[in-house]
């Protein structure tokens, strides 16, 4: 067997391999883009990058000695390829966005795959090692960092209730939370006055005890609370 088409054979394998153990750790975790997903897109960028450096079969000589290779073209291709499909993966659901770690992995598995296609096998075994221990091990550690959580609130009262963003306030304090920016609505013609705004938190749980605050305010005629990226 040609042992260049032994070396091709071998680049798309290791891409097989790196793409199959991201594609697991998604899978494994419940995405939608996973085990096979991830596979077929680092088998492509290697096949792609193959295709690159190994034009000379499908262009006469002659015509080859008057073109200047730039591997760096094809990698820029695939990677804006990859973004539409990274793009795809990510959603917005209500007010939460995901889909945003599915789309990075998709991302450097790409990039893995052209790292193997060009041939540096120990560059793709290192990277591929990182990103999975990027997705699966730093996952504990990124759970331990403090973040702080968002949610939107709409509350509705009657006109004549005075000072509603103090009183808002007053109960954000008491509880821990932070009141960003609001606006305001008052309609004289259904006698309601309507405030939204911003809350925010590092303890998550405490949503759930303001909305428990707000049930006990006999001065809101409604309210929507709403946790998630903002």
């Known amino acids: 067997m040609d042992s260049e088409l032994i070396e091709a054979g071998l680049r798309l394998l290791a891409a097989t391999l790196a793409g199959g153990i991201i594609g697991a750790e998604r899978a494994y975790n419940g995405r939608a883009a996973g085990f096979r997903t991830h596979i077929l897109v680092c088998v492509a960028s290697a096949l792609l990058m193959l295709l690159m450096q190994h034009q000379w079969l499908a262009v006469p000589a002659e015509q080859l000695a008057t073109i200047r290779v730039d591997p760096t073209r094809m990698a820029q291709g695939i990677m804006t390829g990859i973004g539409f499909l990274g793009a795809g993966v990510i959603l917005h659901d209500r007010q939460a966005v995901r889909g945003l770690t599915t789309a990075?992995?998709?991302?450097?598995?790409?990039?893995?795959?052209?790292?193997?296609?060009?041939?540096?096998?120990?560059?793709?075994?290192?990277?591929?090692?990182?990103?999975?221990?990027?997705?699966?091990?730093?996952?504990?550690?990124?759970?331990?960092?403090?973040?702080?959580?968002?949610?939107?609130?709409?509350?509705?009262?009657?006109?004549?209730?005075?000072?509603?963003?103090?009183?808002?306030?007053?109960?954000?304090?008491?509880?821990?939370?932070?009141?960003?920016?609001?606006?305001?609505?008052?309609?004289?013609?259904?006698?309601y006055q309507e405030l939204q705004t911003t809350i925010s938190t590092f303890n998550p749980r405490k949503f759930s005890t303001l909305q428990k605050m707000l049930l006990e305010q006999d001065y809101l005629l409604s309210f929507r609370l709403l946790p998630g990226d903002v």
């Not at 296609?117 to 990027?134: D, K, Q």
């Not at 996952?139 to 331990?144: N, Q, T």
Request: net charge positive; proline share 2%; charged share 20%.
């Open 104 to 191: 990075a992995s998709i991302w450097v598995t790409s990039a893995i795959g052209i790292i193997l296609g060009s041939g540096f096998y120990m560059i793709g075994l290192m990277a591929g090692a990182l990103a999975l221990g990027t997705l699966s091990l730093f996952r504990w550690v990124e759970s331990h960092i403090p973040s702080r959580h968002y949610a939107r609130l709409v509350v509705k009262a009657p006109l004549e209730i005075a000072d509603l963003d103090g009183r808002l306030r007053e109960l954000m304090k008491d509880k821990g939370l932070k009141m960003g920016r609001y606006a305001f609505i008052a309609s004289r013609s259904r006698e």
